[in-house]
C-alpha cells in the first residue's frame, strides 16, 4: 500500500474510530494494524490526533520561519558567505539596503538572532570548500643581509604597516606565464588592497604596489613580506628607502609562513574566494581584474565585511584556547583610530554614506562573469578544433560568479 493510500483509509478509518465504542474500537484498530502494517501504539496516536491536521510537535512554536531563512539566505550569499560571528556584525550594515519582500518582523528577529543561530538557520546551504591551490613563493638570495627579519612586533596601534603576499592564478601548473595577485594588508584595520600582475617581475610588482599605496586612507611605515623574489630586489628597496620618510622594510622568518598570518587569510578570503583556482594564463584579463579589485571588491570587503582579530590565545591541557575581539569592519577600525586625520575621515564618511553593498555585488558579479568569458573564449582560441568538444564542456564548470 502507498503512502498516499494509507493516508486516505487513515481518513476513513479515524472518523469511524471516533464514533465507536470501547469493544468495537478495538476491531478497528486490528483491522487498521493489519491493513496498514503498523504497530499498534503508533496506529492508536494517528487515529487519535485531530481532524484538523497532523499533531501539534512537542516544544514551543518556531521562532525562525522560511521566509526569514529566504531572506538571511540571500544575505549570507550577497555577503560572501560569512561565518555566523561576522555575519551577526555585518547585518546591520546590509539589512538597510536590503530591497527584498521582508517585514519588519522578519527584520528585528534577524538583527536579533545570535551567531549560533545564524550558523544552524545557514547550515543547509552552507557550502564546502576542500580543494587547496600551489604554492609559487620562489626564494631570493639576494639582500637578505639588508632586508631584516622581522623578530619583535611593531608598534601596531595604529594603521600603516602592511603584510604583502603574492597569490598565484596557476591552476594545476606553475609552468609557463600567468596571472598573480599582490596582496597588501593592514595589521591593525585589517584594510586590504590587491591588484593583479603578469608573471611577478620586480617592475610590475612595484607599479602595483605604488597604485594601491597612492589610494591607501593612511600613511605606508612598514612593509613585511616573505622571501619571495618579487619582493627582496634592489627595486623595492630603492621604492621604500629614497624618500623623505623612508618606509620600514621587513621579512619574515624562512619556511614560517604563520610569520605573515594577517595576509595568508587575505589570500583566501579576498583573492582565492573570488577567483578560484583556475589558471588565468592571459595579459589580457589583468585589466579587467585590477578593475574589479580596486573598485567593487575593495569597497565592499573594507566597508560592508567585518572581520576578527586574535586578541590573545591560551593553552589550556593539550588545547590552544583563542580568544578574538568582536567582528568590526576594516572601515570602522580606522575611523576608531586617533591616527586618522579629519580630511580622509570626511571623505570615508562621505564614500560609505553613498555606497550600497547590494548593488556593489551585483557588479562583482557581472564584472565576474565577464572575466570567465575571456577565460572562456582564450581556451577555446588556443585550442585545436579536433579537441574544442572536450574544451567546451570543461569550460562549463568554470565559475560564474564569485566564489564566496
Known amino acids: 500500500m502507498t503512502a498516499t493510500s494509507r493516508r486516505e483509509y487513515l481518513?476513513?478509518?479515524?472518523?469511524?474510530?471516533?464514533?465507536?465504542?470501547?469493544?468495537?474500537?478495538?476491531?478497528?484498530?486490528?483491522?487498521?494494524?493489519?491493513?496498514?502494517?503498523?504497530?499498534?501504539?503508533?496506529?492508536?496516536r494517528l487515529l487519535n490526533r485531530r481532524l484538523c491536521g497532523p499533531a501539534k510537535r512537542p516544544g514551543p512554536e518556531a521562532t525562525y520561519g522560511a521566509g526569514l531563512f529566504k531572506v538571511l539566505k540571500g544575505l549570507w550569499l550577497a555577503s560572501g558567505q560569512m561565518c555566523g560571528k561576522r555575519l551577526k556584525e555585518a547585518l546591520p550594515?546590509?539589512?538597510?539596503?536590503?530591497?527584498?519582500?521582508?517585514?519588519?518582523?522578519?527584520?528585528?528577529?534577524?538583527?536579533?538572532?545570535?551567531?549560533?543561530?545564524?550558523?544552524?538557520?545557514?547550515a543547509p546551504a552552507r557550502a564546502r570548500y576542500g580543494r587547496r591551490g600551489l604554492g609559487g613563493t620562489k626564494p631570493g638570495a639576494l639582500l637578505k643581509t639588508q632586508i631584516p627579519i622581522r623578530t619583535d612586533n611593531w608598534d601596531v596601534s595604529g594603521p600603516g604597516y602592511m603584510e604583502a603576499d603574492t597569490v598565484a592564478h596557476c591552476g594545476t601548473s606553475l609552468a609557463g606565464d600567468f596571472i598573480w595577485s599582490v596582496v597588501l594588508t593592514d595589521i591593525h584595520t585589517g584594510w586590504t588592497c590587491q591588484r593583479a600582475v603578469w608573471n611577478k617581475g620586480s617592475g610590475g610588482v612595484i607599479e602595483a604596489i605604488s597604485d594601491m599605496e597612492k589610494k591607501l586612507p593612511f600613511a605606508l611605515l612598514g612593509f613585511d613580506c616573505d622571501n619571495g623574489s618579487e619582493f627582496l630586489n634592489y627595486h623595492l628597496l630603492a621604492y621604500f628607502a629614497q624618500r623623505p620618510r623612508p618606509v620600514g622594510f621587513t621579512r619574515s622568518r624562512p619556511y614560517h609562513k604563520n610569520d605573515n598570518a594577517h595576509v595568508e587569510q587575505k589570500n583566501w578570503t579576498h583573492a582565492r574566494q573570488l577567483l578560484g583556482y583556475e589558471r588565468l594564463a592571459h595579459p589580457e584579463l589583468v585589466e579587467p581584474i585590477n578593475a574589479l579589485?580596486?573598485?567593487?571588491?575593495?569597497?565592499?570587503?573594507?566597508?560592508?565585511?567585518?572581520?576578527?582579530?586574535?586578541?590573545?590565545?591560551?593553552?589550556?591541557?593539550?588545547?590552544?584556547?583563542?580568544?578574538?575581539?568582536?567582528?568590526?569592519?576594516?572601515?570602522?577600525?580606522?575611523?576608531?583610530?586617533?591616527?586618522?586625520?579629519?580630511?580622509?575621515?570626511?571623505?570615508?564618511?562621505?564614500?560609505?554614506?553613498?555606497?550600497?553593498?547590494?548593488?556593489?555585488?551585483?557588479?562583482?558579479e557581472r564584472k565576474l562573469g565577464k572575466i570567465w568569458q575571456e577565460v572562456r573564449r582564450h581556451s577555446l582560441a588556443s585550442t585545436p578544433v579536433a579537441l574544442r568538444a572536450p574544451c567546451v564542456a570543461a569550460s562549463e564548470n568554470l565559475p560564474s560568479a564569485p566564489v564566496s
Open 93 to 122: 550594515l546590509w539589512m538597510p539596503h536590503y530591497r527584498g519582500e521582508c517585514n519588519q518582523e522578519t527584520r528585528a528577529l534577524l538583527l536579533a538572532a545570535s551567531a549560533a543561530t545564524l550558523d544552524r538557520l545557514l
Open 11 to 44: 481518513g476513513k478509518v479515524r472518523e469511524r474510530y471516533r464514533r465507536a465504542g470501547r469493544g468495537y474500537k478495538a476491531r478497528i484498530l486490528d483491522e487498521f494494524c493489519v491493513v496498514c502494517g503498523y504497530e499498534r501504539k503508533w496506529a492508536i
Open 293 to 364: 579589485y580596486g573598485q567593487e571588491w575593495e569597497l565592499l570587503q573594507n566597508f560592508f565585511s567585518p572581520s576578527m582579530k586574535l586578541k590573545k590565545k591560551q593553552r589550556i591541557g593539550a588545547r590552544q584556547v583563542r580568544h578574538h575581539d568582536k567582528a568590526q569592519t576594516p572601515l570602522a577600525r580606522l575611523l576608531e583610530s586617533p591616527a586618522l586625520n579629519a580630511v580622509h575621515r570626511n571623505e570615508l564618511e562621505t564614500l560609505y554614506a553613498g555606497l550600497d553593498p547590494f548593488k556593489l555585488s551585483q557588479k562583482v
